[in-house]
């Protein structure tokens, strides 16, 4: 070849020969930019989902501990109100064998003249009632 033109062609391989360097070392430069990026979301990725599993366990100890208050406090007004259906009960069924003991008294005065003492009327009208 005539040496002008080797010259040329020479040059035009180390150019390309250049060039495809300079490509592979942007190629390997992005590589690990890409790594680098992966990383990053990765450890971004983790640390938000380790934020969110944090934060459900203190809503659910929060929520438990709520719980468990509202259920002392039901238990407690379950217990007075069944303290006081006992108590109103009581003062129902003490209610009920006087007027019973009344309307005995009353009843055995009317149909055979006799008059019966309130205790007796009382005493007859409870043996009935609690057997």
């Known amino acids: ?43 971004s990725r983790a640390a938000a989902q380790k934020a969110v599993t944090d934060a459900k366990d203190k809503a659910a100890k929060d929520a438990e501990k709520r719980l468990a208050k509202v259920d002392a406090e039901l238990s407690d007004k379950l217990s007075a109100a069944e303290a006081d259906i ?32 309130a205790a007796d009327a009382k005493a007859a009208v409870k043996a009935v009632l609690h057997g």
């Open 86 to 117: 006992s108590a109103a009960r009581t003062s129902a069924m003490a209610e009920i064998e006087s007027v019973a003991a009344e309307a005995a008294s009353d009843l055995v005065a009317k149909l055979s003249g006799v008059k019966v003492a």
């Open 1 to 43: 070849m005539l040496p002008k033109i080797e010259a040329t062609v020479d040059a035009r391989d180390r150019k390309v020969a250049d060039d495809l360097a300079a490509a592979k070392a942007a190629h390997a430069v992005a590589d690990n930019l890409e790594e680098s990026y992966r990383q990053q979301s990765d450890a």
